[in-house]
């Protein structure tokens, strides 16, 4: 068995590490000491001093993901995997997911992501500040009908000013889900 974990507030790596610690397991913690940052647009950052990432997605949270992917391989690497490191690195930085700061347009510069809950709201907040600041940005939002988009988006974006720039959410959740009919 194998537990791999990405970095938590204290409260929750106690838990983990009790609940392992019962069934005779060493848990894996991502450590954000263990990540290098070179660039949120595109991405660029390396693991472990080792491993240089460039993925094809965007997003500074798929930094995070990417690493976890990482430390997991290695973790399944030490337990016998046919792992290279080439291996890794490639299949990190070929990975691509739709709906994920998907790039639509260049011209306008035109992005799809399924922020759908707080963790997502302000993953994509952290996103916009650290890669698009100081663009004008206008930002259209639709959930499905059984989301609490009113206070999911609203408590992460609404009237949130992203390196000078002023988001505004008012009514938009309703009137893009009435006339979709969500």
């Given at each position: 068995?194998?537990?791999?974990?990405?970095?938590?507030?204290?409260?929750?790596?106690?838990?983990?590490?009790?609940?392992?610690?019962?069934?005779?397991?060493?848990?894996?913690?991502?450590?954000?000491?263990?990540?290098?940052?070179?660039?949120?647009?595109?991405?660029?950052?390396?693991?472990?001093?080792?491993?240089?990432?460039?993925?094809?997605?965007?997003?500074?949270?798929?930094?995070?993901?990417?690493?976890?992917?990482?430390?997991?391989?290695?973790?399944?690497?030490?337990?016998?995997?046919?792992?290279?490191?080439?291996?890794?690195?490639?299949?990190?930085?070929?990975?691509?997911?739709?709906?994920?700061?998907?790039?639509?347009?260049?011209?306008?510069?035109?992005?799809?992501?399924?922020?759908?809950?707080?963790?997502?709201?302000?993953?994509?907040?952290?996103?916009?500040?650290?890669?698009?600041?100081?663009?004008?940005?206008?930002?259209?939002?639709?959930?499905?009908?059984?989301?609490?988009?009113?206070?999911?988006?609203?408590?992460?974006?609404?009237?949130?000013?992203?390196?000078?720039n002023k988001t505004y959410m008012c009514?938009?959740?309703?009137?893009?889900?009435?006339?979709?009919?969500?």
């Amino acid at each position: 068995e194998m537990v791999v974990s990405s970095y938590q507030d204290e409260a929750c790596l106690e838990i983990i590490s009790c609940a392992c610690q019962k069934k005779d397991i060493v848990p894996a913690f991502l450590l954000k000491e263990d990540i290098e940052i070179y660039s949120y647009m595109p991405l660029s950052f390396r693991y472990k001093k080792t491993y240089s990432m460039n993925p094809m997605v965007l997003g500074d949270y798929q930094i995070e993901n990417a690493s976890l992917i990482a430390l997991c391989a290695l973790k399944l690497r030490e337990k016998g995997f046919a792992l290279t490191s080439l291996a890794i690195t490639e299949g990190i930085n070929t990975a691509y997911i739709k709906g994920r700061m998907e790039m639509v347009a260049e011209s306008p510069l035109i992005f799809l992501d399924g922020a759908h809950n707080i963790p997502g709201a302000l993953a994509l907040r952290h996103t916009l500040n650290n890669s698009f600041s100081g663009r004008g940005l206008i930002l259209v939002i639709g959930c499905f009908k059984d989301k609490d988009y009113k206070y999911d988006l609203s408590a992460s974006l609404k009237n949130y000013t992203i390196s000078g720039n002023k988001t505004y959410m008012c009514n938009l959740y309703y009137r893009l889900n009435k006339a979709l009919g969500v």
